[in-house]
C-alpha cells in the first residue's frame, strides 16, 4: 500500500500519460511499418524529411507557448491569464509565418514531383495545422491538470495516420500523393475537432484577457522567445541530421535512418512525456516557491531517468538484429546498425532531461538554449563531416555525440546556475528515499 500522497497521485497522472504515450508510438509504428512494406524508398525518405520540416514549423507556429505559459502559470496562477490573449495573437502570426515556410520549402527543397507540387503542398498545409491544434489542445489540458485529455490528444494525430496507412494498403494505394492527401485530411479534421472541443469557460478566459490589461504582443514574444528559440533549436539539434542525410545522400538511405531513427525517438518519448506534460508546471512552481521540492523532483527523477534510459538501451541492443528485419523486411537490413549506434544515445538523453529541466526560471533558461544551440550545432557540423564519407551511419555517429556534448553542458550548466543542488546527488539511496518523502511532505502543487 502506497501511503505517500503525492507518490499515488503521480503514478495515477504518469499511468495515463503513459499509456497515451504507448498508444500514441503503437499507432506511429504500424503507420510507418505499413508505409515501409509498400512504399518506394525514395518517396518515403520524402515523406520523412517533410515531416521533419513539418515539426519544425509547429513548434516555431506554437512560439514557446507549451512551456512559457505552463511558467507563468506555475508563477503567477490566477493572474496568468492576462497572457492568453496576446499568446493566442502571437500564436497566429507564426503560424502564419510557418505557412509561408513551408510553401517555400515545398516550392524549392522538396522532392516532390514537378507535376504534383501545388497538390502535394495543399495537402502539406493541414499537416501543419492539425500538429498546432493537438498541441494547443494538449497545453490547454496540461494548464487544467487533465491527465487523460493530454493523453488522448497524444493519441489523435498518430491513430488517424495509422487508419490512413493501412486503409491505403487495404486497397494497394502507395503512392507519395495518396500519402500526403490522407495525413492533410486527418490534420483537417484535427483542427476541426479541437476547436468543437473547446469549452466556453476556456473561450471566457481568453475574452477576459482581451478585455483587461494584458501584455503587448511584441512584450509576448519577449518573454517567450527563450522557449521559442529552444523549441526551434530541439528539432534542429534533434531532426537535422536527417535532413542534410536526404539532401547529400538521397531517400533511400534516410529511408532506412529514419527505421532506427524512429524507434529511438519512441524509446526517447519517456523522459519528455516526464517532463513535458506531467511535472513542467510544477517545477516551474517549485522553482519559483519551493526550493526544497525543486532539488527532491530532480533526485528523484535523474535516478528514474538513468536507470530506464539503460534498460531501455540494453533491450535495444539485443533485439535490434533481429526485431528490424523481422518486422521490416530485408530492406532495412541496414537499419541494425544504425540503431545499435543510436541506441547509446539513448540513456544519455534520458540523464540530460533530468539536468536540463531545472534551467527552467529566470535567466537560467538564456543558458539552456546555449547550451542546446551548441548541442545542435554540434549534430549539424557533425553530420556534414560525416555524412559525404558515412553516410546514414554518419548521421548516426553525428546524433550520438550531439547528445554527449549536450549532457555535459547540462549538467555543467546545473553545477554553475542551481548550485545548492548536487550533481550527482541522485545516486545515493538515501538522498532518494529523503526526496520521496520531501514530496510527499504536504500536498503537492
Known amino acids: 500500500m502506497i501511503h505517500n500522497a503525492f507518490i499515488k497521485r503521480a503514478i495515477g497522472a504518469l ?5 497515451g504515450t504507448f498508444l500514441a508510438a503503437l499507432f506511429n509504428f504500424i503507420a510507418q511499418l505499413t508505409l515501409a512494406r ?9 515523406i520523412a524529411a517533410l515531416s521533419s520540416i513539418i515539426n519544425l514549423l509547429a513548434l516555431i507556429g506554437m512560439g514557446g507557448m507549451n512551456w512559457f505559459l505552463l511558467q507563468v502559470v506555475g508563477r503567477e496562477r490566477e493572474e496568468a491569464i492576462r497572457w492568453y490573449f496576446p499568446a493566442a495573437q502571437l500564436v497566429a502570426l507564426l503560424t502564419g509565418l510557418g505557412i509561408v515556410g513551408l510553401v517555400a520549402y515545398a516550392l524549392t527543397v522538396a522532392k516532390f514531383p514537378a507535376s504534383e507540387r501545388l497538390l502535394l503542398l495543399a495537402a502539406s498545409v493541414p499537416i501543419l495545422l492539425g500538429q498546432l491544434a493537438v498541441e494547443l489542445s ?14 488522448f490528444w497524444q493519441i489523435v494525430t498518430q491513430l488517424g495516420r495509422a487508419v490512413i496507412a493501412l486503409c491505403l494498403k487495404a486497397f494497394t494505394i502507395s503512392s507519395l500523393r495518396a500519402v500526403l492527401v490522407g495525413f492533410g485530411m486527418m490534420g483537417a479534421i484535427a483542427v476541426i475537432w479541437s476547436l468543437v472541443a473547446v469549452p466556453s469557460r476556456s473561450w471566457g478566459r481568453l475574452l477576459k484577457s482581451y478585455r483587461h490589461p494584458h501584455p503587448s504582443v511584441l512584450e509576448t514574444a519577449r518573454s517567450a522567445g527563450p522557449f521559442l528559440l529552444f523549441g526551434a533549436i530541439y528539432l534542429i539539434f534533434f531532426q537535422g541530421p536527417i535532413v542534410i542525410l536526404e539532401y547529400i545522400r538521397g531517400g533511400t538511405e534516410t529511408a532506412q535512418y529514419n527505421i532506427a531513427f524512429l524507434i529511438v525517438s519512441a524509446a526517447m518519448m519517456f523522459p519528455s512525456v516526464f517532463y513535458s506534460k506531467f511535472i513542467a508546471e510544477r517545477i516551474f512552481h517549485w522553482g519559483h516557491h519551493d526550493r526544497e521540492k525543486f532539488a527532491a523532483a530532480f ?16 533491450i535495444l541492443v539485443a533485439t535490434a538484429s533481429r526485431l528490424i528485419p523481422w518486422m521490416f523486411g530485408s ?9 545499435l549506434v543510436m541506441s547509446i544515445g539513448i540513456p544519455t538523453r534520458f540523464l540530460q532531461s533530468a539536468y536540463s529541466s531545472l534551467l527552467v526560471t529566470g535567466p537560467q533558461t538564456i543558458p539552456r538554449v546555449i547550451y542546446l544551440g551548441l548541442g545542435a550545432f554540434t549534430a549539424i557540423a557533425a553530420s556534414c563531416i560525416f555524412v559525404p ?7 548516426a555517429y553525428a546524433t550520438v555525440l550531439a547528445e554527449f556534448v549536450l549532457l555535459l553542458l547540462s549538467w555543467r550548466g546545473l553545477s554553475i546556475h542551481v548550485p545548492e543542488i548536487r550533481s550527482m546527488g541522485w545516486l545515493s539511496p538515501q538522498t532518494i528515499r529523503q526526496s520521496i518523502a520531501v514530496l510527499g511532505d504536504k500536498p503537492a502543487h
Not at 38 to 46: F, I, K, Y
Not at 138 to 151: F, N, W
Not at 301 to 306: G, H, P, T
Not at 331 to 336: D, T
Open 15 to 19: 499511468t495515463l500519460l503513459y499509456s
Open 331 to 339: 530492406r532495412y537490413v541496414p537499419s541494425v546498425d544504425l540503431l
Open 38 to 46: 509498400s512504399m518506394d524508398l525514395e518517396a518515403l525518405g520524402t
Open 389 to 395: 564519407a558515412l553516410g546514414a551511419l554518419g548521421a
Open 138 to 151: 494538449s497545453l490547454r489540458y496540461q494548464i487544467e491538470r487533465s491527465a487523460g485529455q493530454v493523453a
Open 299 to 314: 533526485y528523484v527523477s535523474a535516478a528514474l531517468m538513468a536507470s530506464v534510459g539503460i534498460l531501455a538501451m540494453a
